[in-house]
């Protein structure tokens, strides 16, 4: 096992080169709906259970499946009236399950990416060779129901091996060439773009996705308030926003169908997306498109700027 993951240097947050999204902007904002398919009687995990209850866990199987059939549509409606494409962190297996709200996601241009096959299955214990499986079955998923060629991933229910992003990069390539599998949200580690290091050299980049900013994080771990919520995301965007002023800075709120779109939910989350969208120096963005502007744009300086104080990426 590694003492450390190897992606990425140490990199302080002072004195880093000036990033500027498109038009000045100094701060990438994007919302990234997870959307789910949690299946009632999951194959076994020895490293990790399904569900908390014995079969049949109704009551989470149930409010996942309310975010799908309700939560959903009531989510995109309050994303289309503040003019934000989703950034669709996917379970595929939905493609089949639902084809419905894909084809809503399709018809307002969101992007999606993988977010593996079912969200009741994860990375631990697989093979190498299985993974690999996995990940290409979930980007070649995307791309027939969506035309999309898949630019990121989200390890289903976070659940990592040493290889998911060499092999998700390394997939992207064998289908897509640099067109396919480019950025990572797994890491967590910064609130600007990062290049990471992977063992076929391919420009890969870590974008923030925020755990803290996360609605499941936020109500069912930190057991917050919708009002308190609001709040924590207006706080969190004014302080990205005012670092933004030296150094162009990312905002993404990870939501749930069935966290966020709740009923007493949605006003605190709408109050909160009318505040950051009034500012004039925010881009309205997806995942893809930051990832696609740092590499065209900041990679090479970036790279440069961390060799020079850490000794190489």
Not at 5 to 25: A, C, E, L, M, S
Not at 237 to 243: G, N, P, T, W
Not at 249 to 255: E, Q, S
Request: include cysteine; glycine fraction near 8%.
């Amino acid at each position: 096992m590694k003492a450390d993951p190897g992606f990425y240097q140490y990199w302080p947050y002072q004195d880093r080169p000036k990033i500027r999204w498109p038009d000045g902007k100094k701060l990438a904002f994007w919302v990234a709906p997870n959307i789910e398919f949690y299946e009632l009687d999951p194959p076994e995990n020895p490293h990790r259970k399904a569900w908390p209850q014995p079969y049949p866990a109704i009551q989470g199987y149930g409010i996942r499946d309310y975010g799908n059939r309700v939560g959903h549509s009531r989510q995109m409606a309050l994303l289309d009236k503040y003019g934000i494409r989703g950034s669709v962190s996917l379970s595929t297996a939905l493609c089949e399950h639902h084809p419905e709200i894909i084809a809503m996601c399709k018809e307002r241009n969101w992007e999606f990416f993988s977010h593996g096959i079912y969200n009741t299955r994860y990375t631990y214990g697989m093979s190498e060779q299985q993974e690999r499986t996995m990940i290409r079955d979930s980007i070649e998923t995307i791309y027939r129901h969506t035309g999309q060629k898949c630019a990121g991933y989200l390890a289903p229910a976070l659940s990592h091996s040493e290889l998911t992003l060499d092999l998700f990069a390394e997939v992207g390539s064998e289908l897509f060439g640099e067109d396919g599998g480019f950025y990572t949200c797994d890491l967590f580690h910064d609130d600007q773009p990062t290049p990471i290091a992977l063992r076929s050299n391919k420009r890969f980049v870590s974008i923030p996705y925020s755990l803290e900013m996360n609605d499941t994080i936020a109500y069912v771990v930190n057991k917050v308030e919708p009002r308190r919520y609001g709040q924590m995301l207006k706080d969190n965007f004014d302080r990205l926003y005012q670092e933004g002023e030296e150094s162009g800075t990312i905002m993404c709120i990870p939501t749930h169908n069935y966290q966020v779109a709740c009923p007493h939910r949605m006003k605190a989350f709408e109050e909160a997306l009318d505040y950051i969208t009034s500012h004039p120096d925010v881009w309205v963005t997806t995942g893809r498109e930051i990832a696609d502007y740092f590499r065209s744009h900041y990679y090479d300086a970036v790279q440069a700027d961390i060799a020079s104080k850490a000794g190489g990426v």
